[in-house]
């Protein structure tokens, strides 16, 4: 599970560092713009690779697991922007200070998607 968890996370990394390099380089948005635009481009692919590849949920897609799902997402957006304006604080450009937060906001979301979102128990909260 953490090796398929590992490749479906390196490409939801690269779609999001994508999206926030397009955002805080081209479109010249801030920081915490361009995280929120690259989590949400990742979202969606996450959700697909993370409930059939990663975890085998084979349950039906619920309202509360996407709730749940959508919450881990918030969880690793807070996190991660407050560690890339943390690494800022330090001298670290918003690039740097991307790269910087993402085995943060990889932990996060692998924990809350592991143990809370895609458990063994469907749609209990």
Known sequence: MLIRYVLAGLFNTFVAFVVYYVSVRWLLAPAWLGNLAGIG??????????????????????????????????????????????????????????????????????????YWVFTNHPDKP
């Open 41 to 114: 481009a990742s979202i969606l692919s996450g959700f697909v690779l993370s409930k059939h590849f990663v975890f085998n949920h084979g349950h039906r897609t619920s309202y509360a697991i996407v709730m749940k799902y959508v919450t881990t997402y918030a969880a690793q957006y807070l996190v991660g922007t407050s560690v890339i304006y943390l690494f800022m604080l330090f001298g670290l450009t918003a690039v740097e200070s991307y790269f910087a937060a993402v085995p943060c906001m990889v932990a996060v979301s692998f924990l809350l998607q592991r």
